[in-house]
Nanobody, 124 residues
Framework: VQLQASGGGLVQAEGSLRLSCAAS????????MGWFRQAPGKAREFVAA?????????YYAGSAKGRFTISRDNAKNTVSLQMNSLKPEDTAVYYC?????????????????WGQGTQVTVSS
């Protein structure tokens, strides 16, 4: 199973970025997908998750709610994270992950496979 995250970069505060994650080697649609992030010197934290199959269920960390939107395209085996109104505290390496099941999952141990991460830097 391979997960390839992309779309990170440098953006000014209040700007937007769209992260994408391409998956291969697994029945993509059956499993939940999530985004996590890790800032320098901090632990990895949950950002957003979407359920498998139709992706009807989503869940966001409080810091992401109202600003970030997770979505999936099962035909393309991709999951995206649209990030708006970015803040300097959003600066981190963002990781996509594929869950161990189809329900919305929020803990890192519930994810079986991880991408390599993409850097997001928000300047003030």
């Amino acid at each position: 199973v391979q997960l390839q995250a992309s779309g990170g970069g440098l953006v000014q505060a209040e700007g937007s970025l769209r992260l994408s994650c391409a998956a291969s080697g697994r029945a993509f649609s059956s499993y939940s997908m999530g985004w996590f992030r890790q800032a320098p010197g901090k632990a990895r934290e949950f950002v957003a998750a979407i359920s498998g199959w139709s992706g009807d269920d989503t869940y966001y960390a409080g810091s992401a709610k109202g600003r970030f939107t997770i979505s999936r395209d099962n035909a393309k085996n991709t999951v995206s994270l649209q990030m708006n109104s970015l803040k300097p505290e959003d600066t981190a390496v963002y990781y996509c992950a594929s869950g161990r099941g189809g329900m919305v999952l929020t803990a890192s141990y519930q994810y079986a496979y991880w991408g390599q991460g993409t850097q997001v830097t928000v300047s003030s």
